[in-house]
Every structure is written in structure tokens, then in C-alpha cells.
């Protein structure tokens, strides 16, 4: 079943045009990786498919069984983020916002969301301390149960590896594709073809085709 068809799609910036003609489709349980050289589009993508952009022109349909606010989104991290201060299940939690419609306060029901997203990461032994003193890889854990706690269908990566050490790099990608493996569907941003090679059902060279 199709969660997103992408059809005949120009992004850019006000009038400036960076990439045109994407035509894609991403099913129910696909590992879809989107690759392309730096300045090709890729994060504007990401964003135009999160409707926090509009495109200049194309469509994006999304399947009758899925709502905008059940994708989830791991964005790429900037020097300020990862300083920010708050604890790691704070952060967590914020995943949960969508969730809450008006009211000022978590329920019971998304503080064990939370709980259970940290553990699916193994990041539970972390829940009190401050994000910005954790490691690369600790933080994107972090950040991907909260992307988690938005949402059990679809997850947007943005370049979910860069940063990371070899080690902490391949644990995030085994951790992708285990959630993959349960039922979650996948689009992943990545300049990495080598590697997304080994875990993605389908890729999509931005200016090419996909396969």
C-alpha cells in the first residue's frame, strides 16, 4: 500500500528552483534512502514531504491511512541543538506533543510511550541526565525515540550517521533497521550510497532514478 506518492515535484526557494521532476513512492514497510550530492535538494525534500515547505510545483499525496502527524522526524543536528539543555527524557517526551491537543500536561499513557521509546533505544540508564553532555551517538538514540514517540508508521532521517564514529554509526544503522524489520517504514536522507546500500529496499539518487 502506498504511503506517499511523490509526483512531477519541484523544490527551491521562493522562485529559485533546486531540483525538479522527483517522482517516487514509498510503501508500507519500504527502507527508502534518498542520495545526492550536497546542494541537490535533499534536505528541502525532506522538509516539502513534512509540509514545513510548499513546493513550487508537483504534488505529494499521502495514502488514506496516513495523517501528516504520524511521520516522525529525526532532522539533521546543528552545534546549537546539541547543547541544548534539557534531560534526556525530557526530550523524549517533547515527542509526544502532537499527542496532546490543548492540554498543558503529559498523560499517563505518554510518559510510558516515553518510557518504552527509551528502552526500545537502550537509553533508559540515561533518562535524568542532561542532553548536551551525552555522546554523538547517545544523542541521536535519544532523538530517535523521540521521533518515535510522533509516531509507529513512517520516520523522515536526515542524515541520521553524520557526525558519529564508526562504531556509533553502525549501531544507528542496525537500530534503523530493526525498527524497519518491526513494521516501520523508512526514508532516509544519506550521502553515504556505500553503506545505505546494505540496508535499503529501495534508493533514489536525487536527480536520478529510483531502484
Request: charged share 25%.
Amino acid at each position: 500500500m502506498a504511503l506517499i506518492t511523490v509526483k512531477d515535484l519541484s523544490l527551491g526557494y521562493e522562485k529559485t528552483v533546486v531540483a525538479s521532476g522527483i517522482n517516487f513512492t514509498v510503501k508500507e514497510g519500504d527502507y527508502f534512502c534518498i542520495v545526492g550530492e550536497n546542494g541537490s535538494g535533499k534536505t528541502t525534500l525532506m522538509k516539502t514531504l513534512l509540509g514545513l515547505k510548499a513546493p513550487i510545483s508537483g504534488q505529494i499525496i499521502r495514502g488514506d491511512v496516513l495523517e501528516r502527524n504520524e511521520i516522525g522526524y529525526l532532522p539533521q543536528q546543528t552545534e546549537v541543538q546539541k547543547d541544548f539543555p534539557a534531560s534526556v527524557k525530557e526530550i523524549v517526551l517533547s515527542g509526544c506533543q502532537g499527542r496532546c491537543g490543548r492540554r498543558p500536561f503529559y498523560s499517563k499513557a505518554e510518559k510510558a510511550l516515553a518510557a518504552q521509546q527509551m528502552e526500545r533505544m537502550g537509553i533508559t540508564p540515561l533518562a535524568s541526565r542532561c542532553y548536551s553532555e551525552l555522546s554523538g551517538g547517545q544523542q541521536q538514540r535519544v532523538l530517535l525515540a523521540r521521533a518515535l514517540c510522533a509516531t509507529r508508521k513512517v520516520l523522515l532521517l536526515d542524515e541520521p550517521v553524520s557526525g558519529l564514529d564508526p562504531e556509533a554509526t553502525e549501531h544507528m544503522y542496525e537500530l534503523i533497521k530493526q525498527l524497519n524489520d518491526e513494521g516501520v517504514t523508512i526514508i532516509m536522507i544519506s550521502h553515504d550510497i556505500t553503506s545505505v546500500k546494505k540496508y535499503a529496499s529501495r534508493i533514489m539518487i536525487l536527480g536520478g532514478d529510483a531502484a
